[in-house]
């Protein structure tokens, strides 16, 4: 029979739990005449009142009562890892079944836990969790919690998680919603299963159920499916390719805002990133995804906040560390367009600069001087068989050039008596969608108007 209560692994000296002749070895078996069932349900009963009554074994099986007056604080015990609980579906498109052989043992573990949910943002389907676990979810405001929905619709959630026990997903949630448990959901969309007429039932579904204060829904994402190559003896599930990716970006990113508008203006659904890099499309803003990121671990955001920091990076002082430096950078196939372009970023940064410092340091008064530099985005044509690999300029890169060197522009402009050095051409501004600048912008000369600029 499986030990019951928690077990003590440190006790820290001077602490009550020491005071009380608590040492590691011993468990924790009920507080206040409560079963004591793991971590989180420790912290929640050993907080609940200023004093704690204890039931604590040895392990030699022996137990004795102690008391202690902890102010509703803990008493000084550090306790051994909970077991996690698995998940009881059979998804279709489960990635622990998509897995190759021959990896550590974690990897293949289908953790299916509120406790992880509540913790760290897993999701789980609550395939695990029965009507005791959601009393007790709300009993102790284990909120928000994170449910994979995948679908409202009973018939079309069997399909989907392979248990004919777990279709009614809406019962479960509604008992949460009850007890003032706020939900983020998530559906992984895979066609022909759950998009269409469906995923419109777990979008009214779902955005019925949310309302002011506690107790829920606080968001919808819709994640593409994601296929591996390893999939033998599995249900056949039809992949998101490029061209499906497009029209469902097409369709719900205006339906993103107009959620928002209606939910003061925060994001409620929330399209992960990978619709947009699958359909060959740059993430949208900032101002697209919620204000505290909500589902980043889902991948909403993931690619935009990356893209950001990684700006503010190429301005520090921090990227002239790297200078000279050759770093081997691995990720999967669906990020690697987006880091490559990240490092082509730091990289032509670097080569960029040195060559406006060459440049720039051979400038002079009177004859032999450069009198200036222009930049020009690159231009590639759809004839470039058998030619080298070269990356376009999109409007992404270009904006992000556009806001670096503008106001270069004009420092350099100042430091050469008023008349501009440093040229950017118009593309970089028609490329990101931004509005050429004004006559003092330019060359009093128009220099290099036969180059694009002005």
């Known amino acids: ?164 026990k777990e279709g009614h997903i809406l019962r479960k949630i509604d008992r949460l919603l009850a007890g003032g448990i706020d939900v983020h959901t998530q559906a992984v969309v895979a066609p022909g299963l759950n998009d269409g007429d469906i995923w419109l039932r777990t979008v009214e579904d779902l955005w019925a159920r949310r309302r002011e204060g506690r107790g829920s829904v606080l968001s919808l994402s819709c994640v593409p499916v994601g296929l591996t190559s390893h999939r033998e003896n599995l249900p056949l599930v039809q992949d998101v390719d490029k061209a499906f990716a497009r029209d469902w970006v097409a369709r719900w990113k205006p339906e993103v805002r107009k959620f928002a508008v209606a939910n003061d203006g925060e994001p409620w659904l929330l399209l992960a990133d990978e619709w947009f890099t699958r359909a060959g499309i740059e993430v949208p803003g900032r101002a697209f995804y919620s204000r505290s990121w909500a589902q980043l671990e889902n991948g909403v955001g993931l690619v935009r906040r990356f893209l950001e920091h990684s700006r503010r990076f190429i301005k520090s002082p921090r990227a002239q560390g790297f200078k000279g430096r050759r770093v081997l950078l691995l990720t999967g196939s669906s990020f690697a367009p987006t880091l490559r372009r990240v490092a082509t970023e730091l990289n032509d940064g670097e080569i960029w600069q040195r060559t406006l410092d060459d440049l720039w340091a051979r400038r002079k008064a009177g004859r032999g001087s450069v009198l200036s530099l222009s930049c020009v985005p690159v231009g590639l044509t759809g004839h470039r068989e058998n030619l080298p690999l070269v990356q376009d300029v999109g409007p992404a890169f270009a904006r992000d050039w556009v806001a670096r060197w503008t106001p270069e522009v004009r420092k350099y402009a100042k430091a050469n008596d008023g008349e501009p050095w440093l040229l950017l051409a118009d593309e970089w501004y028609t490329r990101a969608g931004i509005e050429v600048p004004g006559r003092a912008f330019y060359s009093r000369s128009w220099a290099q108007l036969e180059n694009g600029v002005g």
């Open 1 to 164: 029979m499986a030990q019951k209560g928690v077990q003590v692994i440190a006790v820290e000296p001077g602490s009550l739990a020491e005071e009380a002749g608590i040492r590691p070895g011993d468990t924790l078996i009920q507080i206040h005449g409560e079963e004591v069932l793991d971590q989180l349900n420790y912290q929640y009963l050993i907080t609940r009142e200023d004093e704690a009554e204890l039931v604590v074994q040895r392990p030699d099986g022996s137990q004795f009562e102690t008391f202690v007056e902890n102010g509703g604080e803990g008493i000084g015990v550090d306790l051994a890892q909970d077991e996690v609980k698995v998940c009881k579906q059979n998804c279709v498109f489960c990635f622990v079944h998509q897995m190759p052989k021959g990896f550590r043992k974690s990897l293949y573990l289908k953790d299916e836990d509120v406790r992880l949910s509540f913790l760290y943002g897993h999701f789980t389907t609550l395939s695990s969790s029965d009507d005791a676990e959601l009393d007790r979810i709300v009993r102790e405001r284990l909120s928000p919690i994170h449910v994979s929905v995948h679908a409202t619709d009973p018939v079309a959630r069997v399909k989907v998680v392979g248990n004919p």
